[in-house]
């Protein structure tokens, strides 16, 4: 199991970080992924790393304002989400797969991933 945490009502240029943890099996083993799901749109791929946490990918919007980290010890991956716009505004989900990421965006398709979290709402008033 995944549990999503950490969304809120933040201000426009504000921060929050995210944190997802399981429960049940190590994430060791598992490329992870955050996404994201506006109302009335499909939910989109925002970042994806690797089991190692040496490979990151990052959708275009959220380059430079995002991190995406990764605690194995603590079976827990985390998103840094700073300058924060309205339409970062959506409900975040975290996601496992067992396979294996290296590189390119493959990995923000909702279809590459088994296991999902329950998500978090995350609002940013302008």
């Known amino acids: 199991q995944l549990q999503a945490s950490g969304g809120g009502l933040v201000q426009a240029g504000g921060s929050l970080r995210l944190s997802c943890a399981a429960s049940?099996?190590?994430?060791?083993?598992?490329?992870l992924g955050w996404f994201r799901q506006a109302p009335g749109k499909e939910r989109e791929g925002v970042s994806c790393?690797?089991?190692?946490?040496?490979?990151?990918y990052y959708t275009d919007s959220v380059k430079g304002r995002f991190t995406i980290s990764r605690d194995n010890a603590k079976n827990t991956v985390y998103l840094q989400m700073n300058s924060l716009k309205p339409e970062d505004t959506a409900v975040y989900y975290c996601a496992a797969d067992r396979s294996v990421y290296n590189t390119g965006s493959l990995f923000l398709r909702r279809t590459k991933y088994d296991y999902w979290g329950q998500g978090t709402l995350v609002t940013v008033s302008s």
């Open positions: 790393i690797s089991r190692s946490g040496t490979n990151i």
């Open positions: 049940g099996f190590t994430l060791d083993y598992y490329t």
